[in-house]
């Protein structure tokens, strides 16, 4: 945003986001919300033992549809993934159409989760307005199997095969496949393919264009059927009952050396069912069944697809492979849009690829005006592409426990015993939205506190869309009854660190600053919802008021001698210093939220005192304990915090491990402003009341209560000037954690000096690994 004399310039990028706003024209309607990986996650996962990854595998992907969403290379779809649009290609070398990213599970991989393929996310604005992607596509015949057997001969301690070290890229025998989307209206969608072949020689390319339908028909909770029929030589039509009419509407594509007739795409339809011959199922229930493209390109079988030309599924085959193929240096494109009009015949190239172009422009401008300061164009690049990342990690998430777990009425009923498996305390959730993803592939779920985290860069470029996020997650349909935020879907009930208040807060902030805007209605309504999970915290992980946390794994699941999620091996509870930090910071940013709304309601000043003399309480707990009571987490000795077993009253053990335990109760500082104190009159005389009669607990925990900062400024923090020095000193130390790219999670101390311990006959020990850990 640009204000010229007191008038507010919008680039167009920001003129649709204002409209997306106000509700007047829908242009996150249509975006990258079709997942990278749908097979092995949860929501597919149907199995008796609850293993999702050999319950759903890529291999079944391409015949078995799915049940809560849909998956491809560079996919778009609406906001509730019901019509989708991807690409598949084939180099007539592989076994089967490349129509969707391929990687390894945990028990096939040395470095668990892990993407076995070369794509990048380029460019995407927050509107959808442009985007573009690009995918590495291997001339020779992809390796599947060596990338299974060379990962699977491989230990914890070895490097992860990946895709580059197979030797499939040697000679530059692959093609740079650039996908773009552009919208020239908010429903009307142009995709261009640009394929180049980085070889030396000539190679075939077929490039297969996707359009389907998500199945809802099948599981017998809704009857109603779309279609996609084919209504004229390049034109398909689909018909939904909530969509409406689009058209698939196809270009002819230019030919390559030389040749003056164009490619002309062959149309292809089938269903979006389940080829249960083809995996030992039985009969199908109709011939056209979701492999069929793959049978009918590849193995040859042309009754594969529906000699009628309609179904739920459709396809644009676009064969690249006269004479010997496309000759080096030369590309192969493919045009086509998706319009909700009739087609009137062929598509203008001409003007297609200027609206391509404007987009492009706009969204030139729009990250310029993100960024407006002096910058290299290197940076300012690394910077889109890092918001490019983010917005094309937004997917399309379904999930309803009540159908997850009891099955579909037209299903087969699922194991007895399976919603026991997992997730059976989360049967109010009922989950229906566009989220951002930690990763469009190996992390295709949620995971609420980076979800939290995401908010932070999003909010630069679409606090709406930031906000939304933060939003969600303390609604009822997310948040348990009991205040507890979802974590992920392997574990609703584990525990993330609550960084929800300190995101909201940022988030605000962010959109007041960059974009002028006050949104005090989502800052109140966030924070009476986080009120309750922050009571939660309290009741359930310090159920015996000691101000002193647990937690569980808090996103540090490599750094201790047990499972932080499970029951200690030795009894007792784990009482956590990286918990409490985070609690301490949690006090703090409720706090600096409720000052803030104090400004327009008084009322608030109660509530931040009340956060105030919490944070006291918790600060107090962590660092000193009464005669009697156990012993602090903080190690004199050592100069640092370490997490304790405790198993009541005196009697505890602290675990002497150096990790990012001991370095999260740093985060919990907050300047008190005196301007700002004065402002409240209400909170400085309950403040004032605190230190005048807690002095003791004050003055151990204010660092700045004696020797006040500039301008009488207070500072609370979690450790004072001689634990700072002590905890800075390792942190800062190159044998301990300081690295060449950040923080060590884990002390390098620990390599020479690992810590163990022996329970019950069996041997407990961390120790430390560079780079990733072995467990």
């Not at 396809?315 to 080096?328: H, I, N, Q, S, T």
Request: hydrophobic share 35%; proline share 5%.
């Amino acid at each position: 945003m640009v204000v010229v004399d007191n008038t507010e310039i919008l680039s167009e990028e920001e003129k649709r986001l204002k409209e997306d706003r106000d509700r007047t024209k829908y242009w996150k309607k249509w975006g990258p919300y079709v997942a990278e990986r749908q097979w092995a996650t949860v929501r597919e996962d149907y199995s008796h033992n609850g293993d999702a990854w050999s319950h759903f595998s890529h291999n079944m992907s391409r015949k078995r549809t799915y049940r809560w969403g849909e998956d491809g290379i560079a996919g778009v779809s609406d906001t509730h993934g019901l019509y989708n649009v991807a690409f598949a290609f084939w180099n007539e070398k592989d076994d089967f159409l490349k129509e969707r990213l391929f990687g390894l599970s945990n028990p096939e991989g040395n470095h668990g989760e892990s993407i076995k393929e070369c794509h990048f996310h380029l460019d995407n604005t927050p509107s959808h307005s442009y985007m573009k992607y690009l995918y590495k596509y291997p001339q020779k015949k992809f390796p599947y199997e060596d990338l299974i057997k060379t990962n699977a001969k491989r230990s914890k301690l070895e490097r992860e095969y990946n895709l580059v070290d197979t030797g499939i890229f040697n000679d530059n025998k692959y093609w740079d496949i650039f996908i773009e989307t552009a919208k020239e209206t908010e429903d009307e969608l142009l995709f261009r393919v640009t394929a180049y072949n980085r070889g030396d020689e000539p190679a075939p390319l077929h490039i297969v264009p996707h359009v389907w339908f998500r199945n809802t028909w099948s599981w017998g909770r809704d009857s109603r059927k779309p279609s996609i029929r084919q209504v004229g030589p390049l034109t398909a039509q689909s018909t939904h009952h909530k969509l409406g009419e689009k058209y698939f509407q196809c270009s002819p594509s230019p030919n390559y050396g030389g040749r003056s007739n164009d490619i002309m795409p062959q149309m292809m339809f089938t269903e979006n069912e389940t080829n249960n011959a083809g995996l030992g199922w039985g009969e199908n229930k109709q011939p056209y069944v979701k492999d069929a493209f793959h049978r009918f390109i590849v193995d040859g079988e042309k009754k594969a697809v529906n000699p009628k030309r309609t179904g739920t599924k459709s396809a644009a085959w676009y064969a690249f492979d006269e004479g010997d193929g496309v000759p080096p240096g030369e590309c192969a494109v493919v045009r086509f849009r998706i319009s909700s009009k009739p087609s009137d015949g062929y598509i203008d190239e001409e003007m297609f690829d200027d609206i391509m172009d404007q987009r492009l422009a706009e969204a030139d401008e729009f990250y310029w005006r993100v960024s407006p300061m002096p910058m290299t164009d290197d940076l300012r690049n690394i910077q889109r592409q890092a918001f490019a990342g983010m917005l094309w990690c937004k997917q399309y998430y379904h999930f309803v426990w009540d159908e997850w777990a009891n099955g579909d009425p037209g299903m087969p009923p699922p194991p007895a015993g399976r919603k026991n498996i997992r997730n059976q305390q989360w049967r109010h959730m009922f989950l229906d939205d566009i989220l951002s993803m930690p990763d469009s592939w190996e992390y295709p779920f949620f995971a609420a506190w980076d979800s939290a985290f995401h908010c932070i860069p999003l909010s630069m470029i679409d606090p709406d869309f930031a906000k939304k996020q933060l939003d969600l997650f303390t609604r009822e349909w997310y948040m348990h009854p009991n205040g507890q935020l979802p974590a992920y879907e392997w574990n609703f009930g584990d525990v993330n660190p609550p960084v929800h208040a300190w995101s909201t807060f940022r988030t605000f902030k962010i959109e007041r600053k960059m974009y002028g805007r006050e949104d005090l209605d989502f800052l109140e309504r966030v924070f009476q919802k986080l009120l309750l999970n922050f009571t939660w915290w309290v009741n359930r992980k310090d159920s015996d008021g000691k101000n002193v946390f647990e937690g569980g794994f808090l996103g540090l699941d490599n750094i201790g001698l047990f499972n932080r999620s499970d029951p200690l091996p030795t009894g007792g509870v784990l009482e956590q210093a990286d918990s409490t930090g985070w609690m301490a910071f949690y006090c703090l940013c409720m706090l600096n939220i409720a000052l803030e709304l104090a400004k327009h309601r008084r009322t608030y000043e109660d509530i931040a005192s009340k956060f105030f003399e919490h944070f006291i309480l918790i600060s107090d707990a962590l660092q000193y304990r009464k005669d009697g009571e156990a012993k602090s987490l903080w190690n004199d000795e050592d100069g640092f915090y370490y997490d304790s077993i405790s198993w009541g009253g005196p009697w505890t053990h602290q675990m002497p491990v150096r990790s990012l335990v001991g370095l999260i109760p740093l985060y919990a500082t907050l300047t008190l402003e005196p301007k700002v104190i004065d402002r409240f009159p209400n909170f400085k005389k309950r403040m004032n009341w605190f230190i005048e009669n807690k002095h003791d607990v004050v003055e151990r925990n204010v660092a700045s209560m004696k020797r006040r900062g500039r301008d009488q400024r207070l500072l609370l923090s979690l450790v004072n000037e001689d634990r700072l020095r002590a905890i800075l000193k390792r942190m800062l130390d190159e044998t301990e954690f300081l690295a060449d790219h950040g923080i060590r999670s884990l002390s390098r101390y620990h390599k020479d000096y690992p810590v163990s311990m022996d329970v019950n006959g069996k041997r407990y020990e961390v120790g430390y690994v560079p780079g990733d850990s072995d467990s």
